[in-house]
Each structure stands twice: as C-alpha cells, then as structure tokens.
C-alpha cells in the first residue's frame, strides 16, 4: 500500500529534504558500525563527502517514495479524521522506557511524536485495507535490484584493495 500511495503522490520532494534524510540515515548507519564492533578508525574513514553521495544516491529513490508516502497518509488521515487515541501514545512510551531500561530515549517530544506517527500510519493503512478493493499480486522471483549490488561490489572490491595496498605498505 505504501508504494501505491508513493506512486500517486504527485509532489516535487526538494533535494534539501533528500539530503537532510540522507544525512540522518548515514550517521545512523555509521552508528550501527560501532554498535557492531567496527573500530572508530574504520569507521571515520567511511565518513567522506564521496561516500556520503554514493549512499544519497542510492538511498534517494527511497526517501523520496518514504516522504511521500507520509504525505498521502497525514492527508488521509487528515480528510478521513483518523486520529490517534492519546491512551495508545503513552501506552507505547511506557513499553519504550521498559524495553531501554534506564538508557536514555533522547528528547521524549521527538520520541512521542514518532510514536505517534508510527499509530497513525498503521490506522491510515488499516483503514484503507477495510474500505478499498485491494488486488494483490504474487511473485516467487525476489526483487533485486542488480545496480545496486553492482555498485556494493563495486566498492566493496575498491576497500579490499585499499586495505591490501595499506597492509603491503606496513609490511615493507
């Protein structure tokens, strides 16, 4: 559903709002490196202007289909008066603050109004799914996208070979 709505969504999503997506998406990306062990090192060296526009790049098509989608369902959401009980906000706060177990959630308006998005988009959906005529299609062959595994190869063999030339490099 996500997708039909992106696709008929017809809206100019500026580049400022690309890249602003782009740039959350990446600094969480280098997070999640750390989290999984990588060494801050490694990690600032994935960080360069270059990278960063490989990755908006392909991640582009996505944000814009994503702000899109968000659009149509505020709008629907909006015409349709689907409203989210504040009940269910703080329901999922409290499960929140259970599951982080003292950890810090950050700014807890952020947090609440994401929340409160996330029931909204679900309630937009349901909604749609009770009072439309969905056709759904099957397909047993996976979706690939083959430019992007290309490119991820791509870069991937460049890496190995900037780490080999720099292991050669040490060793001499």
Known sequence: ????????????????????????????MMAEFRTGGMADEDIKKQITPENFLKYKNIEKADIIADFKTSMAVDEIARIENIQVPEYQIDEQMEALKKEAAGEDLGD???????????????LVFDFLAENSNLAVEYS?????????????????????EEMAAKVASNQE
């Open 1 to 28: 559903m996500a997708k039909a709505l992106a696709e008929v969504m017809d809206v100019e999503v500026p580049d400022t709002l690309v890249t602003n997506q782009a740039r959350e998406k990446y600094a969480q």
């Open 140 to 160: 047993d062959e996976p979706v690939i996208d083959e430019a992007l595994l290309e490119q991820l190869a791509q870069d991937t063999l460049k890496r190995e």
């Open 108 to 122: 807890e308006g952020v947090l609440r109004t994401k929340i409160e998005s996330t029931i909204s988009r679900r």
